[in-house]
């Protein structure tokens, strides 16, 4: 509260407006915004940093690039003439994210609700810590124990997917040999996003209001009633969201895939074959040993799986979006 | 349609806590009973257990015996899910399914049971919605979601869904404490038409809507905080009002409590 003293002496004009005053800041307030403003814009930086060195590398190799960059079933940034192309990188990361998706999310989305909704309470903590720890094993220990335990153990079951379902194609074997192929990686990566998308999903489900499911309940819902008419419909973008991040994990993977996978550049539609690559995985195989420009060709290999992962994560926005005004958040 | 509701020495328990004491009453059919008391007096509780929903809560559990024309709701051979199909149920807070348009929310009971033919579904949703007086508010708008009604109208939606599937009895409990003066009347109105249909027992904290609205009224009290509330009396709504018979009643009444 500030009063202004006028001097006896001054005129008996109207006195002039006081000077507006600055709105009183405090100094907390203002480094809190310097700091996340700045935070923010940080973030920009790098991704924009990011983009800018990978498309600058790029362009220098895709243009010494005598190969289509897209086409080609090969990988000589070396030789003479160059030549390499993504298409056995793209269609390897793309399908071995596919089968890990296919498998991980409606086990994970199984784990969460059996944790959040029908567990009772003593096993459902213990059994939601061993899910969390699951995320804790490092890649190379997926890797070893993919190489050493599923490899040999999967070969029973491509065998018999190879009898009973060869006829699709894509588990048809077509060559002997050890399961080092695409669909052990998918069912590896399976395994390693599970955690990630299972406590994601499981937080969402715990968070769905309790006069959501009441209103289930009271109209004569049994428990799975419940979950369909409240439960997944409020999860419903909490779950698209893990399973994004489950996908980004999948996607980047690279020493579990390296461990596991017997790379090669021969394309085969044939899950079951040996062979086939990833982008992470051929990135991480062949950058000790090549040169300058192998380098900034596998710069444009990173490149294309950088703008997959965006893409990716463009379409889950839209996705949730969509149907923003059903979502529940409104409620 | 309506059934009548026979109340004999019920007890609840949140675990080992003794929420409400040994209670009997009975509710007749086409009527509306009136729970008032003090807040943690256990009425809410108690209405809770007419159609099994206070099991559903961690630790809760019921003793003695409700009454549903001649079938005991705890029959061990009795399912819960089937009691709340008979028995419906609006809440305090409206809470229409957010994801669901208002047709598939009045519709959603119906689904459940299963027992439906594609063509009757619309009737028995624009039925409902008539019956809560809410057709003509939404009639252009049915494929909206029903989340995005004002309040009053969104709980006279979840009274068109708890009607939808044809209850014998319905549930209220404090069905207006969340809406204003305007809504509230529209919903005590609704009350109204309704008890020529169903039984009605309603929880409430106002005194004037118990008035208003009810038959009959029960008053429930405890006898301290921590102790299970207890039933003081039931009787005409005009006699409780007017002249109870218990001190008690009166004081809380008239507003003279504690």
Known sequence: MTTTVIPPDSPPSPPPPPPAKATPTRPGDKIFRGLSRGSGILLLVVMASIAAFLTFRAAIAISGNEGNFFTTFDWDPAGNPPVFGIAVLLYGTVVSSVIAMVIAVPVAVGIALFISHYAPRRLASPLAYVVDLLAAVPSIIYGIWGALFLVPYLGGLNSWLDSYLGWTLIFDKTEIGPARNLFTVGILLAIMILPIVTSVSREVFLQVPKMNEEAALALGATRWEVIRLSVLPFGRSGVISASMLGLGRALGETMAVATVLSPSFLFSGHLLDAGGGTFAQNIAAKFDEANEFGRDALIASGLVLFVLTLLVNGAARLIIARRKEYSGANA | ?258
Request: proline fraction near 5%; aromatic fraction near 6%.
């Open chain 2, 1 to 258: 349609m309506a059934k009548r509701i026979d109340v004999s020495g019920l007890s609840a328990f949140y675990g080992t806590h003794k929420a409400i004491d040994d209670i009997s009453m009975t509710v007749e059919p086409r009527s509306v009973t009136a729970f008032i008391g003090p807040s943690g007096c256990g009425k809410s509780t108690f209405l809770r257990t007419l159609n099994r929903m206070h099991e559903v809560t961690p630790g809760g559990r019921v003793e003695g015996k409700v009454l549903l024309d001649d079938e005991n709701l705890y029959d061990s051979h009795v399912d819960p899910v089937s009691v709340r199909r008979t028995v419906g149920m609006v809440f305090q807070r409206p809470n229409p399914f957010p994801t669901m348009s208002i047709y598939d929310n009045v519709a959603a009971g119906l689904r459940l049971n299963g027992s439906y033919k594609k063509n009757e579904l619309s009737d028995v949703v624009e039925k409902s919605l008539r019956g809560a007086n809410l057709w003509n508010e939404v009639k252009d708008r049915l494929n909206k979601p029903g989340s995005g009604l004002s309040g009053g109208q969104q709980q006279r939606l979840c009274i068109a869904r708890a009607i939808a599937v044809e209850p014998q009895v319905l549930l209220m409990d404090e069905p207006c404490s969340a809406l204003d003066p305007i809504s509230t009347l529209a919903i005590e109105d609704l009350i109204g038409e309704l008890k020529e249909r169903f039984t009605i027992v309603i929880v409430t904290h106002n005194m004037q809507q118990a008035a208003r609205v009810s038959d009959r009224t029960a008053f429930f009290n405890l006898a301290a905080v921590g102790q299970p509330g207890k039933l003081i009396e039931i009787d005409e709504t005009e006699r409780i009002f007017a002249n109870p018979s218990v001190q008690a009643t009166e004081d809380y009444i008239s507003g003279r409590f504690g």
